[in-house]
């Protein structure tokens, strides 16, 4: 899409339209909202969602779905300084 500002929304609302279960797509889906808020520039905001779609990743411990999430840390080295972006790297560290 190449549009973070449009995606991010997109993301949001499918991601609320989840229930509690199909935890696997809910957190694929905030992790996706994650992306597209850091790539718009909202580094803070996208660390918030990772760390959200990185609780549902825990709850089903899926090793697959941390793999976006190291992603979206390694584009954000030049922003280490902010303490949303090191502590999001630090938790994300210390998944598979």
Known sequence: MNRPGDAEPTFAAAARAFDGGAV???ALYRARQADAQGRDGHHEQACGTAHQALDLTDQISSQRMARPLQD???TMTSHQTLSAVSEFRDRIATTG
């Open 72 to 74: 979206l840390v390694a």
């Open 24 to 26: 696997r797509t809910h």
